[in-house]
């Protein structure tokens, strides 16, 4: 069993729905949590960043997680085409290495 | 970008030959990774350094050897390429919080 889950997707959803993506995670150690947007042919990029249970609001991006569950969730509002990317979740604890999940693909549909 | 350059960023190489891969960052922050994405895997990590000589094992470092000898400067070494090695490498290096990874734009290498 991998430490961080991700479904893989492809999720396609039409312009303007809300996007909803998760993973789970088996470590209880892990403290940090992170999204990452990767577009084709390019490096991932970081998005959201926490290290606490509840919600965290960025723009359109919403972060949420639930230590308790082991459980994070990303939410893109008002979803765009431009949003259309690979979404990787990453996870970490002390000792600075991340371990992510597979990546779920999202394309937004005009 | 992050101040990340990966060099080369295209390579094709053969089986058996060794090849290099560079990252060279202006951030200089502490700690720089290297990983590596294949389909159905995802990023796995390499090797990662925590300073200047200071250097510790990934999850997949088989095959794998780095180099630290400036902050800004962490090199990849395949020793002897194999075709398993066929993948896309991406640098990384932490920010000012040291937990997180910010990105190159990777280097895609094929061993033939």
């Known amino acids: 069993q991998k430490e961080v889950e991700q479904d893989p997707g492809p999720l396609s959803v039409p312009e303007g729905a809300i996007v909803s993506l998760n993973c789970t995670y088996s470590?209880?150690?892990?403290?940090?949590f992170m999204w990452y947007r990767q577009y084709s042919r390019k490096g991932p990029e970081l998005l959201m960043y926490?290290?606490?249970?509840g919600n965290k609001e960025d723009g359109r991006f919403t972060a949420q997680v639930d230590k308790s569950s082991k459980y994070i969730s990303l939410f893109i509002r008002d979803s765009q085409p431009s949003d259309s990317a690979t979404y990787l979740c990453?996870?970490?604890?002390?000792?600075?290495?991340?371990?992510f999940g597979g990546g779920t693909r999202v394309l937004v549909k005009p | 970008d992050a101040g990340i350059t990966q060099s080369p960023r295209h390579k094709v190489t053969e089986t058996g030959t060794p090849v290099t891969l560079r990252c060279h960052q202006t951030?200089?922050?502490?700690?720089m990774y290297w990983y590596r994405q294949d389909p159905g895997h995802g990023l796995r990590l390499i090797h990662y350094?925590?300073?200047?000589?200071?250097?510790d094992k990934g999850e997949v470092s088989d095959g794998y050897s780095v180099s630290r000898s400036k902050t800004e400067d962490f090199l990849l070494t395949l020793e002897s390429a194999t075709s398993s090695q066929t993948s896309v490498y991406f640098c990384?290096?932490?920010?000012?919080?040291?937990?997180?990874?910010?990105f190159g734009q990777g280097t895609r290498l094929t061993v033939v």
């Open positions: 350094s925590y300073g200047v000589k200071d250097t």
């Open positions: 470590n209880s150690a892990f403290q940090y």
């Open positions: 990453a996870i970490g604890a002390a000792g600075n290495k991340l371990t």
């Open positions: 990384a290096i932490s920010g000012t919080r040291n937990t997180e990874a910010f």
């Open positions: 951030e200089n922050h502490r700690y």
């Open positions: 926490t290290y606490s249970s």
